[in-house]
């Protein structure tokens, strides 16, 4: 009866023991698991803030685009009222010396 009793609480002790060492391990993963998130965090921290800077400096660029793309079309505007006033002037020039040369001829 004795032995019995003894391989019982063998068995227990020994149960125990498993017990304990699984429980170890998953203290272990639990902090291995919140390094990899605090690192998984960190990185995705890191790509957000590049993607922002990123975002930021396209939204700038696309603004000093416009602004460019503006200041060109009021020149070309200012260009073409220019032309158009040129090429009255050179019609009436035109008109003039063929009057000129017809009251010559």
């Known amino acids: 009866r004795e032995r019995e009793v003894c391989g019982r609480l063998e068995a227990q002790l020994a149960e125990g023991s498993a017990d304990e ?9 639990r902090s291995q698991l919140d390094e990899e998130r605090r690192l998984a965090d960190g990185a995705l921290d890191e790509l957000r803030a590049c993607a922002a800077r990123d975002r ?3 939204r700038d660029r696309f603004a000093a685009l416009e602004a460019e793309l503006s200041g060109a079309r009021a020149g070309a505007g200012d260009a073409r009222e ?3 006033a040129l090429t009255l002037q050179l019609e009436s020039e035109r008109d003039q010396a063929r009057r000129a040369r017809d009251e010559l001829a």
């Open 82 to 84: 220019q032309v158009a």
């Open 56 to 58: 930021d400096e396209a």
């Open 21 to 29: 060492a699984l429980s170890q391990q998953l203290v272990e993963l």
